[in-house]
C-alpha cells in the first residue's frame, strides 16, 4: 500500500529557513516523480516542485524558484523540500505526492491530475 507522510512543518519568522520532509512506503522513489504543491487557506492548492526520478530534474513555480529546492534520500526513501527566505505568502498545507511517471514532465509538471497518491499534509506559518 503506497502512503507518504510530510513532516516539519511549525512556525517560522519571516526571513526564516524550514525543511519538510516526505516518507514514503509502498513503493520506491525510483519508481516515480515526486511532488510538492501548497495550499494556502481560502485558495486552491498549487504546485511548488517536482523532482523525476529518471534523472533528477527538477521544476519550480515561479514565486519559490530561488529560495525553495527539492531533494531526496534513496536510502531513506525520503524526498524533502527546503525552503530559505521563507515570507508570510509562503504559509499553507503542503503536500507531497507521487507522480503516476518517472518524469515530472516540464510543460505539466504542476497539474495535480498527474499524481496519484498524496499525503496528510504539513501546515507552514510564516508570521512574526
Known amino acids: 500500500q503506497v502512503q507518504l507522510v510530510e513532516s516539519g512543518g511549525g512556525l517560522v519568522q519571516p526571513g526564516g529557513s524550514l525543511r519538510l520532509s516526505c516518507a514514503a512506503s509502498?513503493?520506491?522513489?525510483?519508481?516515480?516523480?515526486i511532488g510538492w504543491f501548497r495550499q494556502a487557506p481560502g485558495k486552491e492548492r498549487e504546485g511548488v516542485l517536482c523532482i523525476s526520478s529518471s534523472d533528477g530534474s527538477t521544476y519550480s513555480a515561479d514565486s519559490v524558484r530561488g529560495r525553495f529546492t527539492i531533494s531526496r534520500d534513496r536510502a531513506k526513501n525520503t524526498v524533502y523540500l527546503e525552503m530559505k527566505s521563507l515570507k508570510p505568502e509562503d504559509t499553507a498545507v503542503y503536500y507531497c505526492?507521487?507522480?503516476?511517471?518517472?518524469?515530472?514532465?516540464?510543460?505539466?509538471?504542476?497539474?495535480?491530475?498527474?499524481?496519484?497518491?498524496w499525503g496528510q499534509g504539513t501546515q507552514v506559518t510564516v508570521s512574526s
Open positions: 509502498g513503493f520506491t522513489w525510483d519508481s516515480a516523480a
Open positions: 505526492s507521487k507522480h503516476y511517471s518517472t518524469r515530472c514532465y516540464g510543460s505539466t509538471w504542476y497539474l495535480q491530475s498527474r499524481y496519484t497518491h
